[in-house]
């Protein structure tokens, strides 16, 4: 696709500590959110992502409402979920509630649809886990007809169908972009294909280039399917410091109190610096300065084709005041570096055919 690349910032609004390391309320994690997205917008960043999850060590259980009022703080910026977790939630509210920040916003809302992958929403909201498949797939369908603006009509087996029924509010521009957020599913690649939506790679551990065949079967995909081609993005973690030698002191012991916390709920081996650095070399962690960071970038956009970067800017207890720093170097260094990289390569291409 002949587009340029946009690059995006995300957060899951995780519990941080101030430079003392005294724990933050929820409450002011959010005020801090809002901040960190009012900075990205001011320096130029193209999209500013919040997640949605329902336990105690991430504070933002809400997206649209944190999306809210960043639409009346900010003016450029596009805003957008990472991810809403359609499964336990139901299509129409979450298409209001998303429409209602696109009005907001002046029509800059976009929503990234995923299962998400803790499942702590699906008892709190009276959902069976036995049907985590099919509340995703049928609540998909659903959303994907109230996306067309037109009346629904519409039928399965878990929620009410409906009938003829309009939803509002209407979005101005006809449409809310939406995207599917993936993290290696084949099926789901497909099955994002099917319903003509851009594709979010969540791409949290190992080599980047691993999903490159992921980016090429949705491309296969949509041409096979008949739709038209669609952006590709990737989600990864990453902080920008002023020197590659300050990524372990300054990030590590944050990193390593979220992953031990998520490891212990899942089974897995306490976390290692060793580990840590392994994925800042040679995995899916963009830490370091910002000639690192931006190669690295580089790197991944050109051996997957994506149109779109967005690094999840918040890990673990990581202080507020060190993330404003690491945006403020993704915008005015990492990016125009990334791009000037990239217009390199294209360059070195174009020379190369003509010859």
Excluded: C
């Excluded at 294909?193 to 691993?210: D, K, S, T």
């Excluded at 580990?275 to 963009?286: R, T």
């Amino acid at each position: 696709m002949n587009q340029q690349v946009q690059f995006g910032l995300g957060t899951f609004g995780d519990v941080t500590v101030d430079e003392n390391g005294a724990p933050l309320s929820q409450a002011q994690v959010i005020r801090n959110v809002v901040a960190e997205g009012v900075l990205a917008d001011k320096l130029g960043v193209d999209y500013f992502g919040v997640g949605e999850h329902h336990r105690d060590d991430f504070a933002i259980t809400a997206p649209e409402t944190v999306l809210g009022a960043l639409a009346a703080a900010t003016t450029n910026i596009q805003l957008g979920s990472a991810v809403t977790v359609l499964s336990s939630d139901d299509p129409v509210r979450v298409y209001e509630r998303f429409a209602t920040v696109d009005a907001l916003s002046n029509g800059r809302a976009e929503i990234i649809l995923g299962r998400g992958s803790f499942t702590e929403s699906f008892p709190l909201f009276g959902y069976n886990l036995a049907d985590y498949e099919t509340l995703f797939a049928e609540k998909l369908d659903l959303f994907s007809e109230l996306i067309k603006e037109e009346p629904v009509t519409w039928s399965g087996t878990l929620r009410a169908g409906l009938e003829s029924q309009e939803v509002f509010p209407r979005t101005e521009s006809g449409s809310l972009k939406t995207w599917i957020g993936v993290g290696g599913s084949p099926e789901s690649v497909v099955r994002a294909a099917r319903y003509g939506m851009p594709l979010v790679l969540a791409i949290i551990g190992g080599q980047p280039e691993r999903f490159a065949p992921y980016a090429e079967l949705f491309h296969r995909a949509l041409a096979e399917l008949g739709q038209p081609d669609l952006p590709v993005a990737v989600h990864s973690p990453g902080y920008i410091t002023d020197s590659d030698d300050r990524v372990v002191e300054e990030l590590w012991p944050h990193y390593k109190v979220m992953r031990d916390r998520i490891g212990r709920d899942r089974g897995w081996p306490e976390s290692s610096v060793d580990e840590f650095i392994g994925e800042v070399k040679h995995g899916s962690m963009y830490a370091g300065s910002p000639e690192t960071v931006a190669q690295k970038i580089a790197k991944t956009i050109s051996a997957l084709g994506i149109q779109r970067f967005d690094m999840k800017y918040s890990a673990g207890t990581l202080p507020h005041e060190r993330m404003m720093r690491s945006i403020e170097l993704y915008a005015t260094e990492v990016i125009p570096r990334v791009r000037e990289l990239l217009a390199d390569d294209a360059g070195a291409s174009t020379a190369q055919s003509s010859r």
